[in-house]
Nanobody, 120 residues
């Protein structure tokens, strides 16, 4: 079973950039679609971006044009490049295996995530 460790978060000013990493352990990583999700204080967790096993990508409207998801199967890692960050991007970011059929994570288990804080 795939397990994930998220990293790369931090404090950045509005307009700045961060690159998040999602390192996976376990087998069959390359066969899985992966999603980046985020949860802001007091809000539901939401889907930010997805990447299929064939590297097809999709984005939430709120981040389209600013965020880029990519994967390196040789390193068992998925990345989220975040540019032109806004205060509303402040959240804990998580990665997980993703189901395009349901539009949700395939598992209820979540890692610790990585905190992104954008100051205005």
């Amino acid at each position: 079973q795939v397990q994930f460790v998220e990293s790369g978060g931090g404090l950045v000013q509005a307009g700045g950039s961060l690159r998040l990493s999602c390192a996976a352990s376990g087998s069959a990583f390359s066969l899985n679609a992966i999603g980046w999700y985020r949860q802001a204080p007091g809000k539901q967790r939401e889907l930010v971006a997805t990447i299929s096993s064939g590297r097809l990508t999709s984005y939430a409207i709120s981040v389209k044009g600013r965020f880029t998801i990519s994967r390196d199967n040789a390193k068992n890692t998925v990345y989220l490049q975040m540019n032109n960050l806004k205060p509303e991007d402040t959240a804990v970011y998580y990665c997980n295996t993703h189901s395009f059929a349901t539009g949700r994570a395939t598992r209820d288990y979540w890692g610790q995530g990585t905190q992104v804080t954008v100051s205005s």
